[in-house]
């Protein structure tokens, strides 16, 4: 969904480097969280965060961080790559404000990070 | 620990065929299952979502089947085409907006 966007898209880098991955929406959403996608495993939820000020683990939450910027920005920060962080990582988007019987999270394209 | 649990994990369909995916949960207080595809390249987009106060909800050629009682429910795609080739997670939340629970995804192909 080009309303989400993701930065880099495409990442290498070396065991025990800080590197940080960014999202951006201009959907207007409140709430924003991080996935991690692995082969076989599906999506796995990192940290999400439903306000500026609101931010929560996830299942997997060890050896990330993150951080709120904006409502429109959500950070997700990996201090000291190691290789089983090698992963296609998704940010996503919901309305806590959405109408109809569910609120829809939006993804945002990927950013593939490889940790040599 | 996989919350969702989902089946097959790969499958193949020809044309016109129905696919069926299968999905079980343990949490009783989950109250919104979405299904979503992802193209490859892409990210997961949200094909349809059901509450567990209805048994089945039909969108085209998409329908959800949900049985509370087995905690299970189920996508069926009727008419399969060869643009219905992506991957299908099925999900999980205890109200919706909340952080999903994925199940593994299950990679299905058309073939003409």
């Not at chain 2, 994990?9 to 044309?15: D, E, P």
């Amino acid at each position: 969904d080009a309303d989400v966007t993701q930065t880099p898209r495409n990442r290498i880098t070396k065991t025990g480097k800080r590197i940080m991955l960014e999202c951006s929406q201009t959907k207007g959403h409140d709430r924003m969280y991080w996935y991690r996608q692995d082969p076989g495993l599906g999506l796995r939820l990192i940290y999400y965060s439903f306000d500026v000020k609101d931010i929560n683990k996830g299942e997997i939450s060890d050896g990330y961080s993150v951080s709120r910027q904006a409502q429109a920005k959500f950070s997700l920060s990996l201090e000291s790559a190691i290789p089983n962080q090698t992963a296609l990582y998704f940010c996503a988007t919901s309305d806590s404000s959405g109408t109809g019987d569910y609120n829809e999270q939006f993804f945002g394209p990927g950013t593939r990070l490889t940790v040599l | 620990q996989q919350q969702v649990k989902q089946s097959p994990q790969s499958l193949i369909v020809q044309k016109g065929g129905i696919s069926i995916i299968n999905c079980a949960y343990e949490n009783t207080a989950f109250d919104y299952f979405p299904w979503y595809q992802q193209f490859p390249g892409k990210g997961p987009a949200l094909l349809i979502a059901i509450r567990p106060d209805v048994s089945e909800k039909k969108e085209g050629r998409f329908t959800i089947s949900f049985n509370k009682s087995a905690k299970q429910f189920s996508l069926h795609i009727m008419d399969s085409q060869p643009g219905d080739s992506a991957t299908y997670f099925c999900a999980a939340s205890l109200n919706s907006g909340y952080a999903l629970n994925f199940g593994k995804g299950t990679s299905l192909l058309v073939t003409p």
